[in-house]
């Protein structure tokens, strides 16, 4: 396969979660294949330390920033409208918002984490982001891409939990009682599998206006955590350890690009065989 199949000059990237760990990576897999990069995210000062640590590495001008609340369809359909005005079509949409919710020590986490006491409001605000904000993203700006007969690409960013249940032995705290220890809560399972059947419905819904839909099911991303639970997570990884945090550029570039031309429908699971295990 020759490289120029993974260019993407002239693209444009919507990276929806764009100032989070994530999102800066591929922010950056878009930009080393010639694209430009839009991320959007709530908080601007974060936006602005994105953009400033990626323009160390690459064109500034094809580095974009944009406040953005994938929950809300009105604000959606005014931040489509006014890109469409300062970069022109989207032709990339990469869903990457999520909550992710932190199993730390201290906190009403320890408590609220579990099933049984697992806070409604938590589970529609983590819902509305995760899924419901996927679902609002492709709805506007998929259409964008049918509508023109251009076609385009949707990447939505699942995780290994999507295909398989969370190992909650990994989060257990010594002397803690068993109602009391902290698990990985239901709605990052739930919202990552809804993700996965979203990706597979639209992957058909615009097919003749070619417009491709695909997932990509990271596993965990080494940052900073510590010891004791990188030390639990690499026992249960065939390749013994963590992902750097860009070792998933190469996926999304070619996910994103003409390389996966004949793909859609499809979950990539890179997860150093965790969930083959």
């Given at each position: 396969?020759?490289?120029?199949?993974?260019?993407?000059?002239?693209?444009?990237?919507?990276?929806?979660?764009?100032?989070?760990?994530?999102?800066?990576?591929?922010?950056a897999a878009?930009?080393?294949?010639?694209g430009t990069?839009?991320?959007?995210?709530?908080?601007?000062?974060?936006?602005?330390?994105?953009?400033?640590?990626?323009?160390?590495?690459?064109?500034?001008?094809?580095?974009?920033?944009?406040?953005?609340?994938?929950?809300?369809?009105?604000?959606?359909?005014?931040?489509?409208?006014?890109l469409q005005?300062?970069?022109?079509?989207?032709?990339?949409?990469?869903?990457?918002?999520?909550?992710?919710?932190?199993?730390?020590?201290?906190?009403?986490?320890?408590?609220?984490?579990?099933?049984?006491?697992?806070?409604?409001?938590?589970?529609?605000?983590?819902?509305?982001?995760?899924?419901?904000?996927?679902?609002?993203?492709?709805?506007?700006?998929?259409?964008?891409?049918?509508?023109?007969?251009?076609?385009?690409?949707?990447?939505?960013?699942?995780?290994?939990?999507?295909?398989?249940?969370?190992?909650?032995?990994?989060?257990?705290?010594?002397?803690?009682?068993?109602?009391?220890?902290?698990?990985?809560?239901?709605?990052?399972?739930?919202?990552?599998?809804?993700?996965?059947?979203?990706?597979?419905?639209?992957?058909?819904?615009?097919?003749?206006?070619?417009?491709?839909?695909?997932?990509?099911?990271?596993?965990?991303?080494?940052?900073?955590?510590?010891?004791?639970?990188?030390?639990?997570?690499?026992?249960?990884?065939?390749?013994?350890?963590?992902?750097?945090?860009?070792?998933?550029?190469?996926?999304?570039?070619?996910?994103?690009?003409?390389?996966?031309?004949?793909?859609?429908?499809?979950?990539?699971?890179?997860?150093?065989?965790?969930?083959?295990?």
């Amino acid at each position: 396969m020759s490289s120029h199949r993974f260019d993407l000059t002239g693209k444009v990237a919507l990276i929806t979660g764009g100032a989070g760990l994530l999102g800066l990576e591929h922010a950056a897999a878009i930009l080393e294949c010639g694209g430009t990069a839009v991320l959007a995210d709530l908080d601007w000062s974060r936006l602005e330390s994105a953009q400033a640590k990626l323009a160390e590495q690459f064109e500034a001008a094809r580095i974009v920033i944009c406040l953005l609340d994938v929950s809300r369809e009105p604000d959606v359909v005014a931040t489509a409208a006014e890109l469409q005005k300062k970069v022109g079509r989207i032709d990339i949409l990469i869903n990457n918002a999520a909550i992710d919710p932190k199993v730390v020590a201290g906190g009403n986490l320890l408590e609220t984490s579990r099933l049984e006491n697992f806070p409604l409001d938590q589970w529609k605000l983590q819902v509305d982001v995760g899924l419901t904000g996927a679902y609002i993203c492709a709805k506007v700006f998929g259409s964008a891409m049918a509508a023109d007969g251009l076609g385009g690409v949707i990447l939505n960013i699942a995780s290994d939990l999507a295909v398989i249940a969370p190992n909650q032995s990994l989060y257990r705290r010594e002397n803690t009682p068993a109602e009391q220890q902290p698990v990985k809560p239901v709605t990052y399972s739930v919202i990552k599998a809804g993700l996965v059947g979203l990706t597979r419905y639209l992957s058909t819904y615009w097919a003749d206006r070619g417009v491709r839909s695909n997932a990509l099911s990271p596993g965990g991303v080494f940052n900073g955590q510590g010891e004791a639970f990188v030390q639990r997570v690499s026992a249960l990884i065939p390749l013994n350890r963590m992902a750097q945090r860009d070792e998933y550029r190469g996926a999304i570039q070619f996910l994103c690009s003409d390389a996966s031309s004949y793909m859609t429908g499809q979950n990539i699971v890179i997860d150093g065989g965790r969930s083959v295990w």
